[in-house]
């Protein structure tokens, strides 16, 4: 199957507003600032990486969840946005309407506002590609109350396998482009990053500004990040990351330090604690206080029996208890997308409400609305604004907004053609999503009894199917799946002592 483009994963408003900051629009900037509170969310991920600040950030727990694949690139249709409604309690009604290339590439984006009664053209995108469908460009511009006039723009450009080698963001000015930030990667043999360079122009000049180091381990995990500053002649420690992994190549620790002049200083530290499956059931945050590490807070995970987070709780550490102070649960759809999620706090003994998502998917996973709401003390209302996660494609992609309600429209693209698996030591199934026929592939390394079994998203077993002793060698199996309702399922093959498990969608 073709995988999706990167650029078609990274459909999300937080990038659009990212742009602003550089474009300094200033008729805008302002209007816009309550998304850029999105871009340093992510920025500030970005840095950290998916370990630290985990907390109950159900996105960034579920991308934790190395063992939890939900990336399924394999399906032969993508169901992408063409319309989204934002609404806002601090900003007019805002439509993004999105158009792809036939390979469910993101081709332009226009963003229009509502006032006094029409819609407004506001902003509008627009990209290029290479053949490899790596996205070379990104051109923003503006609407001037005529025409739309030049903004920002961002050019890639890549290695012989596809890696980002170097970033570039530009601004228009007095009729010309002129450069404002540039960032510089290098890879190791592995096609790890090892180094990033950020730049900033000025006096027609690239000046050093942040420089990146990363380190792996021999299984190329990271196991460490150390941030330099430019102070003008040389470059200043500032920030070091250091990782460490359990024997199941599972993050075991993580340790934030500060660069206090002529050595590193401990701030903060997280440990991760696993169950049976990799899922991550316990962290704990500690703050370095006098020469020792003092508990902070600690969050709990529990999973329903697909791998997904039914719960986050969280606590605080007072006179050395750990006392309540967050709690968070979550329903699904059949995909993995969330339904429901309420936030609580621990106020006087009790839980009180605090915040709820509350999404309307349709058969594909995709959310056809979104909404935030806070609790006022006696009901539910829509009076604030928040991220909104709007899932879609089986729920497997999210396109991120700020605002209380989000309506989308979407359409179906062809991405992929089946095509035969080549064989495995593991097993491998397609096509995902199955209509009709599920293939198996796999390769035993000496005859063993194979059976598979399917589970829906309850737990029930809704297929068994026992092949008996097979054969050394390269196996293909066909399972008809006509009968089984649609939905997210686990299939699960047993080759000898081998036992694999896959989540499949059904999708009739």
């Known amino acids: 199957m073709r995988k999706y483009t990167h650029s078609f994963i990274q459909l999300t408003v937080t990038g659009l507003f990212l742009f602003l900051a550089i474009a300094g629009i200033s008729q805008t900037h302002t209007r816009f600032s309550n998304f850029e509170t999105v871009a340093e969310v992510n920025a500030i991920q970005s840095l950290w990486g998916n370990q630290f600040l985990l907390r109950s950030d159900i996105h960034r727990i579920n991308s934790f969840n190395a063992a939890q694949d939900r990336d399924r690139t394999d399906s032969d249709w993508a169901f992408l946005p063409t319309s989204v409604e934002l609404l806002s309690v601090n900003e007019d009604p805002r439509q993004f309407t999105y158009v792809y290339t036939p390979n469910a590439q993101r081709f332009t984006t226009s963003i229009k506002e509502f006032k006094n009664g029409t819609w407004v053209n506001e902003l509008f995108e627009l990209c290029s590609y290479d053949a490899n469908g790596n996205m070379l460009s990104s051109l923003w511009k503006s609407w001037d109350g005529v025409s739309f006039v030049n903004a920002s723009r961002t050019t890639w450009t890549y290695t012989d396998n596809g890696k980002v080698l170097t970033e570039t963001k530009q601004q228009w000015t007095a009729g010309a482009w002129g450069n404002t930030e540039k960032t510089t990667n290098t890879y190791d043999i592995h096609g790890n990053v090892v180094a990033s360079l950020y730049e900033m122009w000025e006096n027609g000049a690239w000046k050093n500004n942040v420089y990146d180091l990363l380190t792996y381990n021999t299984t190329n995990l990271l196991t460490g990040l150390t941030r330099q500053i430019y102070n003008g002649s040389g470059w200043d420690n500032a920030l070091q990351l250091i990782y460490d992994y359990n024997s199941n190549g599972l993050l075991s620790s993580g340790i934030i330090q500060e660069w206090d002049i002529t ?18 059931i316990l962290y704990i945050g500690q ?3 006098g020469s020792s590490w003092k508990n902070s807070e600690k969050y709990t995970y529990t999973y329903n029996t697909l791998g997904y987070v039914t719960s986050a709780l969280g606590e605080i550490s007072m006179n050395n208890a750990w006392v309540n102070f967050t709690r968070d649960q979550f329903n699904y759809n059949d995909f993995g997308g969330i339904q429901a999620q309420v936030s609580e706090a621990w106020t006087s003994g009790a839980w009180l409400n605090q915040q709820m998502v509350n999404n309307a998917f349709d058969d594909n996973g995709n959310a056809l609305t979104c909404d935030l709401l806070h609790w006022d003390g006696s009901g539910w209302i829509q009076d604030q604004d928040g991220q909104i996660f709007m899932p879609y494609s089986y729920s497997m992609f999210n396109n991120i907004y700020q605002g209380y309600r989000t309506n989308a429209v979407y359409a179906s693209f062809l991405v992929g053609t089946e095509e035969q698996l080549p064989a495995y030591q593991s097993m491998r199934v397609g096509p995902n999503p199955a209509n009709d026929q599920l293939k198996l592939y796999f390769t035993l390394d000496k005859p063993s009894q194979t059976t598979v079994a399917l589970y829906n998203s309850a737990g029930k077993q809704v297929m068994h199917k026992d092949f008996g002793q097979m054969t050394k060698g390269t196996h293909q199996l066909v399972l008809n799946v006509k009968t089984i309702n649609s ?14 498990t896959e989540k499949i969608i059904i999708k009739k």
């Open 263 to 280: 050595a590193w200083l401990n701030t903060y530290k997280e440990t991760y604690t696993y169950n049976s499956t990799s899922k991550v």
């Open 287 to 289: 703050d370095w206080i």
């Open 487 to 500: 939905g997210l399922d686990l299939l699960q093959w047993t080759g000898g002592a081998t036992q694999q």
